[in-house]
């Protein structure tokens, strides 16, 4: 089955024999002994049929061996980072979420030593990668959130894997339907919070990989954490991914009309966007990826409190990925718990604005981001 087949069927087990075209939510925190088949299930934190039907579909999306979700996507960062002990090291974006980079600090605290540089750029990459110090795990972000650079994959997964180490690729903002990383890298992971279940209105998170041994593992600390989606959760997470190619090319669409509407605007000033052409990660985005995706950032000029109090179709919130357009300023919104220096020296000003696109009419998004921009 291709891909837009298997968002809607793959992974869907009618069993209540009423013959529901919709498989029933499984809600038990436990499940009656079954002497015939002892492993299959036993208690909620382990195992359950709703996580599973979300775990299949989202490992055929990729032709994966297995996915494992997660109650968040930081629940998820943190079972790859469990994985790590005192003394190894980690090469590291440091365009990433915030959320990512404060992971990368607890560890550090704990003894895994952690290189953050820019892997967009070749020779920083070639640098932080190449022969030296020892290499245990590569995260990769692309696109970066908020600065939308682009990575790579092919190059710096070569990299990693000529040293040894596992790569992670953080998917969240492409999602499967427009970057396939498991083409180069071990293991692509996601906040399903965003594209995935799309309606901001769940949080989960996944990860998707082939390797056997790393599949034990990652469920043995997900089971012992206890750091599981409740069923209801995977119901809804499962229920949204069906539609994720429509809501993709819509946001798509109309992320490039929203575009054109700041290109002209004598208050914007750089655009980050991977599918302009004067991007620095133009040409390897076109490779990897199947579309540039609805995010764009942009420094604005004028006061973006102000900015963000004008909008009316927008909603000023952070997220992204979602049905419902959303506008924030990272420095004092998503990325807020990261010093201003640190913010400051990866390129990320108080003058940040992330747009992410929904699927509304984008007459009405141009409209309001202009009267906005007018005002502001
Ligand atoms: C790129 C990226 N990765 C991971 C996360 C963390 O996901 P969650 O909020 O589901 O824990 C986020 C959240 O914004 C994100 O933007």
Partial sequence: ???????????????????????????????????QDPQRYYYGRGENPT?????ECLAALEDAGF???????????????????????????????????ALLALIERAGVEVHRTDLSDPGRAAEALGAGSRLDLVWIETPTNPLLKIVDL????????????????????ASPALQQPLRWADISLYSTTKSISGHLDVLGGALVYHDERLHE????????????????????????????SLRVARQVESAALVLAALEDKPSVGAIHYPGLSAHPGHRIAARQMSAFGSIISFEYLGDHTKLLEQVRVFA??????????LIECPASMSHAAIARQALLSRGVSENLVRLSIGIEDPVDLVADLRAALRAG
């Fill in 316 to 325: 000023a919130a952070v997220s992204l990925g979602g049905v419902q357009s």
């Fill in 217 to 244: 593992r990652l469920r043995t600390h997900r089971t012992v954490v206890g750091n599981v989606p409740g069923a209801l959760d995977c119901y809804l997470i499962r229920r949204g991914l069906k539609t994720l």
């Fill in 51 to 55: 996580r599973e039907e979300l775990e």
């Fill in 154 to 173: 092919e190059t710096v997964c070569r990299l990693a894997h000529d040293r040894g180490a596992l790569v992670v690729v953080d998917n969240t903002l």
């Fill in 1 to 35: 089955m291709r891909f837009d087949t298997l968002l809607v069927q793959s992974g869907q087990r009618p069993t209540s024999g009423a013959g529901d075209a919709v498989p029933p939510i499984h809600l038990a925190a436990t499940y009656e002994r079954n002497v």
């Fill in 67 to 101: 996915a494992t979700v997660f109650a968040s996507g930081q629940a998820a960062a943190s079972a790859v980072l469990s994985l790590l002990s005192a003394g190894q090291r980690v090469v590291s974006c440091d365009d990433v979420y915030s959320g990512t980079d």
